[in-house]
Nanobody, 120 residues
């Protein structure tokens, strides 16, 4: 079992920045951030593997940066130039396998989520 706890959510104006963090009870091969807005499906935002290889959704490329600390147990998401359409519940996810589709919601472990609200 892996426990994931997100932090850093909040409200910000359009164009602003926020950083999310996720604390994991142990390291895994893959970690990722997903988000889900009301009435929409959960979508992958960014993923990172144990070797540091990253994957980003097109909608956040150039604005968001995913990273891990050296222990591979803290996952971060630096979010810049935030837009109202980034408003969603953000979830941390982890998996011990090398998932082929890293931005699909097929991860085994999930956090409870943290809300991000971006106002125009």
């Amino acid at each position: 079992q892996v426990q994931l706890v997100e932090s850093g959510g909040g409200s910000v104006q359009s164009g602003g920045s926020l950083t999310l963090s996720c604390a994991a009870s142990r390291s895994t091969y893959l970690m990722a951030w997903f988000r889900q807005a009301p009435g929409k499906e959960r979508e992958g935002v960014a993923a990172i593997d144990f070797d540091g290889a990253t994957t980003y959704a097109d909608s956040v490329k150039g604005r968001f940066t995913i990273s891990q600390d050296n222990t591979k147990r803290t996952l971060n998401l630096q979010m810049n130039l935030l837009k109202p359409e980034d408003t969603a519940m953000y979830y941390c996810a982890a998996d011990s396998s090398n998932l082929r589709r890293r931005l699909q919601a097929e991860y085994h472990y999930w956090g409870q989520g943290t809300q991000i609200t971006v106002s125009a």
